[in-house]
Antibody, heavy 124, light 107 residues
């Protein structure tokens, strides 16, 4: 059974850098995109970005240049860094596996395995 | 970016009811639409992918339909464990985007 275990600092001051890591316990790290999603208190889900095993990334433009996702295939881990945090970055952060359904040469991506979430609070 | 809009935002229903939640995309996304269920304090759980494919282990009372810009999630007969918040999500392009959620409450 695939499991994602995530960790990182839970309390930050404004202007600091958020850093989270997600370890993937699975038979293969390849063939998927690995994603980060966050959820502010009482609000909906926001996709932050994704990375594959070769390091190819896609980011949410709403975060501009503040977000960086990296991968360490030797450890089956991927990480999120979000710089210059403010109170608006207070949220539960989730890592997730994004797999796909291949039908008639179309690839239907979906997030089928999620980490348990890490609560990050930004406060002075 | 593609905006996803769900309706209603909240819904009260009783055990045994048939419930439908609607999701509309700001542009055509073909069938690249997924549905998730989230219970309080937990990570989202995938219900349906590619509009109508049921994820393994998900009860058959859940179903999805639609194409283009309009999609629906239907629960044929509500069970007590179905009271939760539901999100749609498009995977047509990046950035991936979610609907704002539909909170399903007990009447």
């Amino acid at each position: 059974q695939v499991q994602l275990q995530q960790w990182g600092a839970g309390l930050l001051k404004p202007s600091e850098t958020l850093s989270l890591t997600c370890a993937v316990y699975v038979d293969s790290f390849r063939g998927y995109y690995w994603s980060w999603i966050r959820q502010p208190p009482g609000k909906g889900l926001e996709w932050l970005g994704e990375i594959n095993h070769s390091g190819s990334t896609n980011y949410n433009p709403s975060l501009k240049s503040r977000v960086t996702i990296s991968v360490d295939t030797s450890k089956n881990q991927f990480s999120l860094k979000l710089s210059s945090v403010t109170a608006a970055d207070t949220a539960v952060y989730y890592c997730a596996r994004q797999t796909y359904y291949d039908f008639l040469t179309s690839y239907y991506y979906y997030m089928d395995v999620w980490g348990e979430g890490t609560t990050v609070t930004v406060s002075s | 970016d593609i905006q996803m809009t769900q309706s209603p935002s909240s819904l009260s229903a009783s055990v045994g009811d048939r419930v439908t939640i609607t999701c509309r995309a700001s542009q055509s996304i073909s069938s690249y639409l997924n549905w998730y269920q989230q219970k309080s304090g937990k990570a989202p759980n995938l219900l349906i992918y590619a509009t109508s494919s049921l994820q393994s282990g998900v009860p058959s009372r859940f179903s999805g339909s639609g194409s283009g810009t309009d999609f629906t999630l239907t629960i044929s007969s509500l069970q007590p464990e179905d009271f939760a918040t539901y999100y749609c999500q498009q995977s047509y392009t990046t950035p991936r985007s979610f609907g704002q959620g539909t909170k399903l409450e007990i009447k």
